[in-house]
């Protein structure tokens, strides 16, 4: 019989020392958030969620009703269980710290409640991101400069896609797991033990539309993978764009790929478009469990000293073979 998510996290956590169950209660709330979550999104124009809500995030990008009412879930589920001393998200300004009422924990959250959100009114997949913390030794009042910690340091990080199936994917430093929400139980069920991403692909994902304002490595990295067997490469690729990082890192996960949302001159300031803290880390900490490989093309994701809740950094995750083939291209360049 297949094993439900928290069963498979208690068992796990039965093999670490001095664990309290702290860390299993709050992914408890973080899967009951999910489930909410799905639940809204699956409903979509049922209950009147789709469309824009009228106001614009710190980014400069107008939210949608939905951003707006998951990020209220994600905060609502999470505050009160004493697990947490503060939060942060893509859809606020400043660090959320847990309200006075309720008890502090001494782990941090960071989150994408609704990621692929220009999605969601054409009905196609989008998801949840998420990243744990942990709140540095002694602080019980903690500031965003207690979240500027590299992404070797989370606990754990997970996604949820709410696609044709509502799945949850974690680690926790130890694998890869996927499970499947069973509507009739409410349960997410491990459906995906140890998911492991294949070192080669033939299978490219990036925003073409972008191409001229590329640097020169990924240019010729594309301009290669366009030309396939013609061209300097022994096989031909095949190209896909879901504009939902989730689905697209799920689809990489599954079978394999590289995706991309290199360093671009399109907007001057921004260093590219996907965001550290709440996208690219806890990504790159799946992607890395899993066998693949995540870069700025320059550095290691994981290793960059954070230095803004909301900063930017060009992401280059998947398949290790092509992703190093990428970042040699940024060595000779
Ligand atoms: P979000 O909806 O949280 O702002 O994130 C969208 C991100 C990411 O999921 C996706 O890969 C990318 O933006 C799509 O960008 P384009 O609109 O340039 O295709
Ligand atoms: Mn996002
Ligand atoms: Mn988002």
């Known amino acids: 019989m297949n094993k439900n998510l928290i069963q498979f996290i208690i068992e796990e956590e039965r093999h670490i020392p001095g664990a309290t169950g702290d860390f299993t209660d709050l992914l408890g709330d973080i899967t009951i958030a999910c489930k909410k979550i799905a639940h809204a999104v699956n409903k979509g124009a049922l209950i009147g969620v789709l469309g824009s809500a009228g106001s614009e995030n710190i980014q400069g990008e107008t939210q949608k009703k939905l951003d707006v009412i998951t990020n209220d879930i994600f905060i609502a589920e999470n505050e009160w269980g004493g697990h947490l001393a503060a939060m942060a998200s893509e859809e606020m300004d400043e660090i959320y710290p847990i309200p006075a009422k309720y008890p502090k924990g001494k782990y941090l959250l960071t989150f994408d409640p609704l990621d692929g959100s220009s999605n969601i009114d054409v009905n196609i997949s989008v998801g949840t991101i998420f990243s744990i913390l942990r709140c540095p030794e002694g602080v019980t009042n903690p500031t965003a400069a207690d979240f500027m910690q590299p992404g070797t340091k989370q606990v754990c990080a997970g996604y949820a896609l709410y696609g044709p199936s509502t799945m949850l994917v974690i680690t926790t430093g130890n694998g890869v797991n996927g499970f499947t929400l069973d509507n009739d139980i409410g349960e997410f069920m491990l459906t995906h033990p140890k998911m492991m991403i294949p070192a080669d692909t033939q299978e490219f994902a990036i925003n073409m539309s972008n191409r001229r304002y590329w640097e020169e490595p990924v240019q010729r990295y594309v301009e290669e993978c366009v030309k396939g ?19 697209e890192v799920h689809r990489i996960l599954t079978r394999g790929g590289i995706f991309m949302y290199p360093f671009d001159t399109k907007e001057p300031g921004k260093a590219g478009k996907l965001r550290l803290m709440y996208e690219a880390n806890p990504m790159s900490f799946i992607v890395e469990q899993a066998g693949g490989m995540c870069s700025t093309g320059r550095e290691r994701i994981m290793e960059l000293q954070p230095n803004g809740l909301h900063q930017r950094v060009p992401v280059i995750l998947g398949s290790k073979n092509e992703v190093e083939r990428v970042v040699g291209y940024h060595k000779g360049a």
Do not use: H, L, P
């Open 229 to 247: 067997k013609d061209g300097g490469r022994e096989k031909n690729f095949n190209m896909r764009w879901v504009a939902s990082m989730v689905a």
